[in-house]
């Protein structure tokens, strides 16, 4: 299995970007897909999860939207009025179930860096 995000980059104070992550290989089920961040000298911090329920953080709550195509078995984060205190690694993660004998897993992909900068 395998999650692959895309969408980072360099956008400037109150823009807007949309990372979107795929997930690929063996999937029998999808519990939950969703996103994480890492600032410099931060731990990694829950974005937004969507499974059952959707949680978001609540410094990002009315700005950042998560979605996903269950069909594609991909997950979107659309954010908007991005603040520099946004800027980090964005990880997006997915609690997968390969096949029928495995319970879930938890996958993380590569990371992509958000950059908020005027």
């Known amino acids: 299995v395998q999650l692959q995000a895309s969408g980072g980059g360099l956008v400037q104070p109150g823009g807007s970007l949309r990372l979107s992550c795929a997930a690929s290989g063996s999937i029998f089920s999808i519990n939950f897909m969703g996103w994480y961040r890492q600032a410099p000298g931060k731990q990694r911090a829950l974005v937004a999860l969507?499974?059952?329920?959707?949680n978001y953080a609540d410094s990002v709550k009315g700005r950042f939207t998560i979605s996903r195509d269950n069909a594609n078995n991909t997950v979107y984060l659309q954010m908007n009025s991005l603040k520099p205190e946004d800027t980090a690694v964005y990880y997006c993660t997915a609690g997968i179930r390969p096949n029928v004998y495995t319970g879930y897993v938890t996958y993380w992909g590569q990371g992509t860096q958000v950059t908020v900068s005027s």
């Open positions: 969507r499974g059952g329920n959707t």
